[in-house]
C-alpha cells in the first residue's frame, strides 16, 4: 500500500497568512493526488485535481503543485472560511489512501 | 446540480448487519464510477470500497474486504454499501462519492453528506 504521510498534523494562522501544506507519497505516484477540505460535521470538498488543477468554483488564493512523491497545498492568503482540516489522497493505485490531515486554525 | 443522498444508517449490535444507500440525481449516473468512504469519530478518512460506471469491477481495502459489498442499480440511480459482521471499528460517517471517471480510481469530485454508523451492543 502507498502510504501518504502529510505535515504538519496541525497549524496556527492568521487571516492574510500564506499556508503550505506538504505530503509525502511511500512511492511515485505521478500527480495521481488530490486535495480535500472539510469543516466541522461536514462531508469533505474537493479542492485540486491532478496535484495542481483547481476544481470547479474553489478560489484561486488555493494552489498544488509536486508530482512523484512530494505536494504541496498553498493558501496564498488565508481567509475566515478557510480555517478547516485538509486531506491529500492518491489514486494512483488501489487501496486509494488519504494522509493524516493537517488542521488549519486561528493563531 | 449533482446530489448524492446516503440513508441507511443507525445503531447496530457487532456481528449484524446494515446497508447503507446513495440516491444520486443531476449526473449521468451510469457514466461514473462511485465509492464509499468513512470516517471515524475524531479520526481522518478511510476509503471503504469502489465500483466502476457498469458494476464489472469492485475494489475493497483489506479492513472490509470479505465483510463488506458494494453494488449500483443503474436503473434506480442508486447505489449500496452491504455490511456484514459489523465490527466496532466499523463505527463511522459513511460518505458516497462519485469518482469523475466511469473506470479506474481519479479521486472524489463530489461526496454526499454522510449517514452515520455506530456499532454497539
Known amino acids: 500500500d502507498i502510504q501518504m504521510t502529510q505535515s504538519p498534523s496541525s497549524l496556527s494562522a492568521s487571516v492574510g497568512d500564506r499556508v503550505t501544506i506538504t505530503c509525502r507519497a511511500s512511492?511515485?505516484?505521478?500527480?495521481?493526488l488530490g486535495w480535500y477540505q472539510q469543516k466541522p460535521g461536514k462531508a469533505p470538498q474537493r479542492l485540486i485535481y491532478?496535484?495542481?488543477s483547481l476544481h470547479s468554483g474553489v478560489p484561486s488564493r488555493f494552489s498544488g503543485s509536486g508530482s512523484g512523491t512530494e505536494f504541496t497545498l498553498t493558501i496564498s492568503s488565508l481567509q475566515p472560511e478557510d480555517f478547516a482540516t485538509y486531506y491529500c489522497?492518491?489514486?494512483?493505485?488501489?487501496?486509494?489512501?488519504f494522509g493524516g490531515g493537517t488542521k488549519v486554525e486561528t493563531k | 446540480q449533482v446530489q448524492l443522498v446516503e440513508s441507511g444508517g443507525g445503531v447496530v449490535q457487532p456481528g449484524r448487519s446494515l446497508r447503507l444507500s446513495c440516491a444520486a440525481s443531476?449526473?449521468?449516473?451510469?457514466?461514473?464510477?462511485l465509492h464509499w468512504v468513512r470516517q471515524a469519530p475524531g479520526k481522518g478518512l478511510e476509503w471503504v470500497a469502489a465500483?466502476?460506471?457498469?458494476?464489472?469491477?469492485?475494489y475493497y481495502p483489506d479492513s472490509v474486504k470479505g465483510r463488506f459489498t458494494i453494488s449500483r442499480d443503474n436503473s434506480k440511480n442508486t447505489l449500496y454499501l452491504q455490511m456484514n459482521s459489523l465490527r466496532a471499528e466499523d463505527t463511522a460517517v459513511y460518505y458516497c462519492?462519485?469518482?469523475?471517471?466511469?473506470?479506474?480510481?481519479?479521486?472524489?469530485?463530489?461526496w454526499g453528506q454522510g449517514t452515520l454508523v455506530t456499532v454497539s451492543s
Open positions: 462519492a462519485r469518482d469523475p471517471r466511469a473506470s479506474g480510481w481519479w479521486g472524489f469530485d463530489y
Open positions: 465500483i466502476w460506471y457498469d458494476g464489472t469491477n469492485k
Open positions: 489522497l492518491q489514486h494512483n493505485s488501489y487501496p486509494l489512501t
Open positions: 443531476g449526473f449521468t449516473f451510469r457514466g461514473y464510477g
Open positions: 491532478a496535484a495542481s
Open positions: 512511492q511515485g505516484i505521478r500527480d495521481d
